[in-house]
């Protein structure tokens, strides 16, 4: 069965650089998510999209931004790195988003930036 | 204090062997539970979701069990395998008519060894 779908899986970049996570949700599912995962942390929700409509929005900095786009595909766009978004980052998607909704989630991207 | 409080922090069990990781939670009102298998540097997978009706759930080996009023749930793997090892994360959500309020516990380790 087609999962989600996250690239690119690994991602190294340099302070004050940008980075552009992608994220393809199982085909048909309309609702997307975007955790933010620390080294021996728990995910922290960042934002999440429904319809191509930002949905709800977490502990997302104002540095970072993010869309879905009309195939329901979502971009996180990343300006300005800091040493401190090294992460993985883990894209969920689900049929729609109510709050019994299975969450399926990517394999995440690794983003490393030095 | 952590809204969803997981126990132990990491185990290490024999191939063939039965475990219990448990998880209790203070996050109020209560929509569901969800216990997610995470191996290192992947996406969360899910093993089951139960709403507040519902006290225990299977999955193959997996079995979760919920008691709502004393807000505790445990997963209990059945006959270990190697390919158990990873990490064991309770996931509780709160009705706000979105999935993105959830909250996670910080996991459960779980090696299991010849």
């Known amino acids: 069965a087609a999962g989600v779908i996250q690239s690119p899986r690994h991602l190294i970049k340099e302070k004050r650089e940008t980075a552009t996570l992608k994220c393809y949700p199982i085909p048909r599912h309309d609702t997307v998510y975007w955790y933010q995962q620390g080294p021996g942390q728990d995910p922290q929700f960042l934002i999440s999209f429904y319809e191509k409509m930002q949905s709800d929005k977490g502990s997302i900095p104002d540095r970072f931004s993010a869309q879905q786009f009309s195939d329901y595909h979502s971009e996180l766009n990343m300006s300005s790195l800091e040493l401190g978004d090294s992460a993985l980052y883990f894209c969920?998607?689900?049929?729609?988003?109510?709050?019994?909704?299975?969450?399926?989630f990517g394999n995440g991207t690794r983003l490393t930036v030095t | 204090k952590n809204q969803v409080e997981q126990s132990p922090q990491s185990l290490i069990i024999l191939e063939g062997k039965n475990c219990t990781l448990q998880?209790?939670?203070?996050?109020?009102?209560?929509?569901?539970l969800r216990w997610y298998k995470q191996d290192t540097g992947r996406g969360p997978v899910s093993l089951t979701i139960?709403?507040?009706?519902?006290n225990t759930k299977s999955n193959g080996r997996y079995t979760a069990t919920l008691d709502a009023d004393t807000k505790q749930s445990s997963l209990h793997i059945t006959a270990s395998q190697l390919s158990d090892s990873a990490s064991y994360i309770c996931?509780?959500?709160?009705?706000?008519?979105?999935?993105?309020?959830?909250?996670f516990g910080t996991g459960t380790r779980l090696q299991v060894t010849l």
């Open positions: 969920a998607s689900s049929l729609d988003r109510g709050a019994n909704s299975p969450l399926h």
């Open positions: 998880c209790n939670y203070t996050v109020s009102p209560f929509s569901n």
């Open positions: 139960m709403t507040f009706s519902e």
């Open positions: 996931v509780v959500s709160r009705p706000t008519g979105t999935a993105s309020k959830l909250t």
